[in-house]
Each structure stands twice: as structure tokens, then as C-alpha cells.
């Protein structure tokens, strides 16, 4: 089948995408300035901002969140009676985790034997960024955009600390739209056009427990000490059954995923489980994905194995992540997460909790007109493949802020995070044949939605 000029332009336009993503790529944009220069975040800003000015979009800024992070934006006025839409990105990234685990370097955008593209934020979100500028360009080339479109794309979600969700709240009219296109999901799996119909939301707090008022001998002390390691990995366990299921007190953990099925085998596969290993949990795996909370410990506060001495700890730290499936408020979860790391911690140490970061979950109308614009595009962009419809586990807290400032508008959730792009580990990737059916899908559904709005 010949390509339609759309496509073909595109796919003229490939070359540039990745000379774009590999720039962005280069920005070692985490924002946590304890673990990376503030510097990394700040370039990428102002590289997204230019990006934005050479496409003629007005009104570009600069936006100071309340987090101390920048979210970019600017506007794209579309023709007389035309709906607006925005599109959604986020420029900062995951830390590399070890650098030395990658095969390539992390920063920098490496081609391999397989085809994909490697770096840190090529899927997450900088390629979701480059999607959107290629699907507006090729549009620009096929006769121009058809709606207005404003566009955002934020300095701090992977630290869920909030920034833009607030500012939003302040500033309500400035990301109002009738429709809203967040670029951050993915398709359930490489070639297989998908819609994001619900998130879950998302509690995160970090829990201290002290027992001793400084570290002692293991030997003298030892066996009658308590040791605020060994409490801190025994109220941990608490958080979950013997099945692995999360189990917070007070807390449903007993929803059932209606939908998209995601059989077990292909989920040992794209998450590399190890043979042998037993997953954890109960019910489907889509039921433990997309329809009940989990909980992660993402990491742990205490003395590294190399360089330990033989000392009974005295204090221990543990960041603690809790997944919240549409239909559980963030905040009554985070609440009786706090409530039952309180309760749980042994030999009466003293825990201390603090809650670092909360955003609400998410659930689509999947009945909408852009909805159906958007099956028909992604159904032409990938060759007559019919859009599935799934749920995802991750949370994007500023869905919930939209769906509450701007009850009309619809969301829809797309994007270059399928299984293979392995987001938020070492040899993170994109694969460029999906950034470009992705564009081409965008730039497709930006013309049907105009036109079924005219």
C-alpha cells in the first residue's frame, strides 16, 4: 500500500527526531539536586523553550512551579472556531540507576544491532516530547494545524512532588482545552496501537525508625540491642502477605481489572522474570496491575554490605511507594498508609513518617468523540490494527488535576512506553518505527478531531 503524503512526511522527518532526541537525551535532566547539578534541568528547559518559539508558538515561558522546578509552555493559536488541544510531555528523567549496567552510555543516544534507540528519556517522556513536534511539523507540511494547541511539558513528574498540579490550580485558565493528549503512556506491546484508559494513583513517604541513641558493638551488645534495621525490615514486611499481595490496613485490595487481559506468560516476559520465580499477589495480572493498590519499597537507608562494620544500627531509613487504583483517594491511602507504619513497628522503636509525594489516579471516558477520532488514526497510522484499550500501573498525578479543573475535556493517554522501552531501568530505549507511527497516529487524530468538531 503507497503512503499517504502525511506519512511520507513523517517519515521524512525521522531523521530529524532523532538528531532532536539525542540533544535532549544529552541533558542529564533528573530532577533531585541531590543527585544530579540543578543545571542538567535547566538547559533541557530552555532547549524545550526554543523548540517551542521555532515552531511559532506564542506566549513560551518559563513556568516556576512551587516544587522549585520549570515547566515550559506555549500556545499555538489554531484557526477562527477551531478546539484547542493540549499536549502533554515531561522533560525530566529517572537517575540512571548504575551507569555501569548500561551497554551504552546513559546521556548520550546509542543505535544498536536491534534497531532501538538507547538513553535515558528516549521513551520517557523526551521521545514523547520529539512525537509531538514531529506530528505538528508534518502537519504544518500537509496544508497546517487544524485546532489550536497548547503545549506543556514539566520539569518534575518523575518526583511526583507535585510542581505543575499546583500551579495549574493557581493559574486554572492557562492548560484549559477540549481536549488533552498526554504523550506518557505506551502501547501494551510494540505495533499494537493502544489507549491508556485509566492510572493508578500514587502515596509515597519516607519512614524512619530509631531504636538506640548511636550504633553498638554487635558483640557486646548484640541479641538484647534492638536493632532498628531489623525493625525497620520487620515493619516492611507488614505491608505485605505471605502471597506478596499489598496489604495496608483499611486498605481494598480486592478490585477485578474488566478489560484488556495481560496474560501471565507475557508478563514474565517483558518484566525478565527469572524462571523459577513465582510471581506475587493474587487474582490476573491485569487485576494486580491496573485495579488494586501495591506497594514497592524503593529503596532503604543503611550501612552498604561493603565497608560494614559489626554494629547493632541504630537508626534506618526506607522510601516507600503506594500504587492507588482509580476509585481510592490518594489521600485517605496515604493516610492509612501512615496510620499502619505507625501501628506495625516492633519492640516500641520510634518511627517517624513523612509523606514526600501524592497524586490522585485516573480513569478515562473511553466513549468520547476523541476517542473515536483517535481509533480511527491509530487504525490508519499502523495499517488497519484496531486501537486496544488498557490500564497502566504508573501514575501521572496532573490527569487527575486536568479531569478536576476542566470536567469537559477529554484525556486521552498515549505514548512510547511499551514493554521492550524498559522505563525507569538501565538500557532504557525507544523504538523509532513506534515514534513514528506515533506521530503520524497524533498528527491524524489532530485533523479527524478538527474536522468532527467543525
Known amino acids: 500500500m503507497p503512503q499517504s503524503p502525511l506519512a511520507a512526511t513523517v517519515a521524512s522527518l525521522m531523521p530529524r527526531a532523532r538528531e ?18 540543578r543545571s542538567g534541568c535547566e538547559a ?6 526554543d523548540a517551542l518559539r521555532a515552531e511559532g508558538f506564542q506566549d513560551v515561558a518559563l513556568l516556576d512551579t512551587p516544587d522549585g522546578t520549570q515547566s515550559v509552555y506555549g500556545h499555538l ?37 536491534d534497531g532501538r534507540w538507547y538513553g535515558r528519556g528516549a521513551a520517557d517522556c523526551k521521545g514523547g516530547l520529539v512525537m509531538h513536534l514531529t506530528a505538528l511539523r508534518a502537519l504544518k507540511e500537509d496544508g497546517g494545524v487544524p485546532v489550536g494547541v497548547k503545549v506543556v511539558v514539566e520539569g518534575s513528574e518523575e518526583q511526583g512532588t507535585g510542581g505543575l498540579e499546583r500551579y495549574a490550580e493557581a493559574h486554572p485558565e492557562l492548560l484549559a482545552a477540549d481536549t488533552v493528549v498526554i504523550g506518557d503512556t505506551g502501547n501494551f506491546r510494540a505495533g499494537l496501537p493502544t489507549v491508556t484508559a485509566s492510572l493508578r494513583g500514587m502515596a509515597m513517604v519516607r519512614v524512619q525508625v530509631d531504636t538506640l541513641a548511636g550504633n553498638l558493638h554487635s558483640g557486646q551488645f548484640g541479641g538484647a540491642a534492638p536493632d532498628a534495621l531489623a525493625a525497620l525490615i520487620r515493619l516492611l514486611d507488614s505491608l505485605r502477605g505471605e502471597d506478596g499481595s499489598t496489604t495496608v490496613d483499611g486498605l481494598d485490595a480486592s478490585a477485578a481489572w474488566e478489560g ?34 501495591a506497594v514497592t519499597v524503593l529503596g532503604i537507608d ?11 544500627q541504630a537508626s534506618a531509613r526506607a522510601l516507600v511507594s503506594l500504587r492507588v487504583p482509580p476509585g481510592t483517594d490518594a489521600a485517605k ?14 519492640w516500641g522503636a520510634r518511627v517517624s513518617v513523612e ?40 501514575s501521572i498525578p496532573l490527569c487527575s488535576t486536568l479531569a478536576s479543573l476542566y470536567p469537559e475535556a477529554e484525556i486521552l493517554l498515549i505514548g512510547l512506553s511499551e514493554p ?35
Do not use: K
Open 355 to 394: 509523606q514526600v509525594g501524592r497524586g490522585q489516579p485516573f480513569a478515562a471516558d473511553t466513549s468520547s468523540p476523541a476517542y473515536t477520532a483517535m481509533a480511527a488514526a491509530m487504525r490508519e497510522a499502523y495499517d488497519g490494527v484496531e486501537m486496544a484499550t488498557a490500564g497502566q500501573g504508573g
Open 302 to 312: 543503611c550501612p552498604p554490605v561493603v565497608g560494614a562494620t559489626g554494629s547493632v
Open 77 to 113: 493559536p489554531g484557526p477562527e472556531g477551531a478546539p484547542t488541544v493540549l499536549l502533554y510531555a515531561h522533560y525530566d528523567v529517572q537517575p540512571p540507576l548504575d551507569p555501569d549496567g548500561w551497554d551504552s552510555p546513559p546521556f548520550e543516544l546509542t543505535e544498536r544491532e
Open 260 to 293: 484488556l487481559a495481560y496474560p501471565e506468560e507475557d508478563f514474565r516476559r517483558d518484566a525478565r522474570v527469572l524462571d523459577g520465580v513465582g510471581l506475587i499477589g493474587s487474582g490476573t495480572v491485569a487485576d494486580r496491575l491496573w485495579a488494586r493498590p
Open 44 to 49: 533541557a528547559a530552555v532547549w524545550v523553550a
Open 420 to 454: 521492550e522501552a524498559q522505563i525507569h531501568a538501565v538500557n532504557e530505549s525507544v523504538c523509532p518505527r513506534e515514534l513514528r507511527a506515533l506521530a503520524l497516529a497524533e498528527a491524524l487524530f489532530l485533523q479527524r478531531y478538527a474536522a468532527a468538531c467543525g
Open 20 to 37: 532532536e532526541l539525542a540533544e535532549l537525551v544529552a541533558f542529564p535532566s533528573v530532577a533531585d539536586p541531590e543527585q544530579f547539578p
Open 333 to 346: 491511602a496515604a493516610e492509612l498508609l501512615v496510620s499502619h507504619l505507625e501501628s506495625h513497628v516492633p
